[in-house]
């Protein structure tokens, strides 16, 4: 009979409990413990186990216990208030074409008319903004000090100069070849200025070459950094043993082994001021030196390039060529003075006849 009535109240618990949402079958359980007695308890779990249970879920348990309303009910309070409210007027906003708009207009308080933004578009994040003010710090030397900022672009100047040059006497001496004459000055006077220009270039690049040397050796004497001792003042023996063996050297290899010689003084500074031996502005201010220099010695190189095949090699120094040039010019001025003196007798010789012949008319 005890087994019949907790089948019965098991069966009525598990059709009544909707709402809560704990598991049914420990809820049973606890039943059958306090109304069957010890001895039957493993027979009516088992029972329960055997028949399939399916959980809950939460939203469903939150939709049984929220009221339900309706959503087409009217707020006639709200409706009210909206009747009554009173529109707010946007003549910027309003005109002929604001009832059209393109699709992918903007629209709301931050559009015009015609749909176009008001309100100005944020602009991207300019990603060169950092590099290009690296780089015109970069080209003004602003850590450099003043003076040797100065004194340093007044020393690459001569250097500059003897380049310009170079090409332009390149200029003067294919134009001679192509039209027979040169722009403002001849072939001859191009040429010889063109060799003049060549130990100034290659002289002054060994004497600058010589100096970049010569300041570790007065940053050892100063300390600065410390005292190094010979790594130091070997970086001042190599630049110099390395210069003026180029003006052995005819132009165009004296100016590549410049060209080197210059690259090799940049790194062995830039090393140098890494370790503290040099100011910290000091491997700026030589690359732009550096940068100056070597792009002179290319266009020198380039400029001699194009008349490589039309310089005469009269001699094997600077100043056998000049001379060999100073006895061509002088004479082709003997040549033209000959010319002349023939064309002036030609000349007197012409009037000559003119005269007898007019004498001779005269007398008839």
Sequence with gaps: MSLLASRGLLRSLAK???????????????????????AARHQTLGLSLSKPTLP????????????RKN?????????????????EVHPELVSAESSARPIMAETGDGADARGKAAVPVEEDTDMMAGIRGDLVRLTLLEDVPRQAYYVGMAGVLPYLATSLSTVYCAYEINS??????????????????LHVIEPIQVGYGAVIISFLGAIHWGLEWAAYGGMHGY????????STGLAWPTLLLPAEYALISQFLIFNF??????????????PPWYTVYRFVLTFIVGGSIVVSLIGRGHIADKIEAAGSTPADRIRALRDSQGQSREEEEVARRRFLARKDEDEDEEEEEGEDEEEE
């Design 16 to 38: 009544s409990s909707t709402t809560t949402t704990t598991t049914p079958l420990l809820r049973r359980s606890q039943l059958c413990s306090l109304v069957r007695p010890a």
């Design 56 to 67: 809950k879920t939460l939203a469903l348990a939150r939709w049984q216990s929220t009221e």
């Design 71 to 87: 959503v087409n009910e009217v707020d006639a309070k709200q409706e009210d208030n909206f009747a009554h409210e009173k529109l």
């Design 176 to 193: 001679a070849h192509e039209h027979g004459s040169g722009l403002f000055i001849d072939e001859k006077t191009a040429e010889l200025a």
């Design 231 to 238: 790594p130091r003042y070997m970086i001042g023996i190599i």
């Design 265 to 278: 003084l940049y790194y062995a500074d830039a090393r140098a001021c890494k370790r503290g031996w040099t």
